[in-house]
C-alpha cells in the first residue's frame, strides 16, 4: 500500500549535532515521516553556497526518536543537504522541507547570508514548500521550551495547506516569545557596520575575524520582523525566490532598449 503521510525533510545550517535540529525533528515527527540531512559540520553563514570542487559523503546517524525519523550528515553545506537528499536519499519527492531551528536571528537582512534559508530558498526553487525556523539565542544551551509549540503549529500549517507558488518563510522566534504572539510582516532595512576585527597573530602579522553590529534603518517602522521581535512576537516573513525587481523593469527598459 503506498504510503500516504507527508514525507518531511529536515536540513539546518549549525550541525547535525545541533540540539535545535533534533528539537525541530521531534516537534514535527507525530505529523509525517521525518528524513533529516544536515551538514555534518557548522555551516552558518554559506547562504546558497555548493560544494564544487570536494567529493560529497553520505553517513546515515543512528535515532532513538522514533522509527519514522531517520538521521543523514553530509560533509557539504545546507544547499548540498537539500540537493543531495532529493538525489540519492529520499524515497520520493518530500511534502515539505524545514531548515532549523537556527541558534541566532535570521531577521532583516540576514536572510542574504543565512545558511538556514539558503537551503529553505533551495527547496522554494524546487517548488517544495518550505520554512526557515530560528530561535533569538545563540548558545547550543538554549532553551527551545518555548518555541517548539510555535514551531509545530507553523509547520502543520504548511503541511496541510501549502504555501503560495515561490513563497517560503523566514521564521524568528524570541528567546522568551509571549504566549499567542504571531505576526507576518516585512523584513527589516538595514546593515552591518564594524564588521571585522583587526588582530594580530605571534609573528605580528595582522588577520582578521568577522564581528559587527547591526544597524536598524528604520527603527520606527511597526511592520517589521525587528518590531516585533523586540515585542517578543515570532515574526513570519514571506520570502520570494525570485529576486528580480519587478518595479524596476518599465523604467530600466526605457534606459536600456533604445
Known sequence: MENTRPLILITNDDSIDAPGLRCLAEAVRSMGDVIVVAPRHPQSGQSSALTVSAPLRISERPSDIGDNVRFFAVNGTPVDCVKLALH??????????????????NS?????YSGTMGAVIEACLLGIPAVGFSLLHH????DF????????????EVIAKGLPAGVCL?????????????KVCRATRGHWTDEYKRYLDPLGV???LLTGHFINDEPEATDTDEYWL?????????VSADQTAHDAVRE???????
Do not use: M
Not at 548558545?139 to 538554549?142: C, F, R, Y
Not at 521550551?145 to 502543520?156: C, E, P, Q, R, Y
Open 145 to 156: 521550551g518555548l518555541s517548539t509549540a510555535f514551531v509545530a503549529a507553523i509547520a502543520a
Open 206 to 208: 595582522p588577520f582578521y
Open 170 to 182: 523566514n521564521v524568528n522566534i524570541p528567546a522568551r516569545v509571549i504566549p499567542e504572539g504571531i
Open 88 to 105: 540519492a536519499i529520499v524515497p520520493r519527492r518530500p511534502d515539505v522541507v524545514f531548515s532549523g531551528i537556527n541558534h541566532g536571528s
Open 252 to 258: 530600466l527598459t526605457s534606459r536600456f532598449e533604445k
Open 139 to 142: 548558545s547550543l544551551k538554549a
Open 230 to 238: 523586540q515585542r517578543r512576537y515570532v515574526s513570519v516573513v514571506p
Open 108 to 112: 532583516g537582512i540576514n536572510v542574504t
